[in-house]
């Protein structure tokens, strides 16, 4: 499986459940492949310990059995296993269930970048990561205002590393952790210009101390400045300011 995998993605092994968890400590795969029998802890069990933590809980996962046993493939899917296969398997299945995987994580993606482009794209209620993005957004929309609120502070907020926060950001949104904030600062500037509010008072608003920095800040991500956005929103021209 080794052989047949590191044809197309860059593979990392383990020898039990164990050793697995202490490398994703440090490696964070785009999906995990497991048996089910193994020594010292389970794939099962390496299953809810993977799906029972923050840092690996959207990560897919595959198990593999040689049994054909309906209450094992019911326990296996209960500990949040993505997929259930049995031996023996042809690969080019395997290979099929890894890519329909793989591209359910990129929409998923799709639909929270495109979410914070501005449209409304609905988020499937069942999604595993739905809690954590649902705590990220209140609280950027608590703290959007607060010039010192930032990557370090949300970190530490939601209770893990930079490093790990940026991961999951970057896999579930598109997005790193700073763009993420940024882009919602600009989107409620828009809507607080729409408002009438002046640049400055906008600037404040949204977290800017210096609203000269905020105009520079504006104009990267809208080739505008306020005020000419200001002038063409006048015109009858205006970026989407949907922020549900």
Do not use: W
């Not at 398997?89 to 929270?112: A, Q, S």
């Not at 700073?178 to 210009?193: H, S, T, V």
């Not at 404040?204 to 104009?219: E, I, L």
């Amino acid at each position: 499986m080794k052989k047949h995998f590191s044809y197309k993605f860059q593979v990392f092994t383990a020898n039990d459940g164990e050793q697995a968890l202490e490398k994703l400590k440090s490696i964070f795969p785009d999906i995990i492949i497991s048996d089910i029998k193994m020594p010292k802890i389970s794939g099962i069990q390496l299953c809810e310990k993977v799906k029972s933590t923050l840092e690996t809980k959207h990560i897919p996962f595959i198990l593999l059995t040689a049994k054909n046993d309906e209450s094992l493939k019911l326990k296996a899917l209960s500990s949040g296993a993505n997929s259930y296969i049995e031996k023996p398997f042809n690969l080019n299945e395997l290979d099929l269930v890894v890519h329909n995987l793989l591209e359910t994580g990129k929409n998923l993606e799709k639909r929270f970048k495109s979410r914070e482009q501005g449209n409304s794209v609905p988020i499937p209620k069942n999604n595993q990561d739905r809690e954590f993005l649902s705590k990220i957004d209140l609280m950027v929309y608590e703290k959007y205002s607060n010039p010192d609120f930032g990557v370090e502070g949300m970190a530490s907020d939601i209770g893990i590393s930079r490093s790990l926060l940026h991961i999951k950001m970057k896999k579930l949104t598109g997005l790193s952790t700073l763009e993420y904030i940024k882009q919602f600062r600009m989107k409620k500037a828009i809507c607080l210009i729409n408002e009438g509010k002046n640049i400055s008072e906008v600037a404040f608003k949204v977290g800017y101390n210096d609203p000269n920095y905020f105009s520079r800040a504006f104009k990267k991500v809208y080739k505008l400045t306020p005020t000419e956005f200001v002038n063409k929103n006048r015109s009858g021209i205006n970026p989407p300011t949907d922020l549900d």
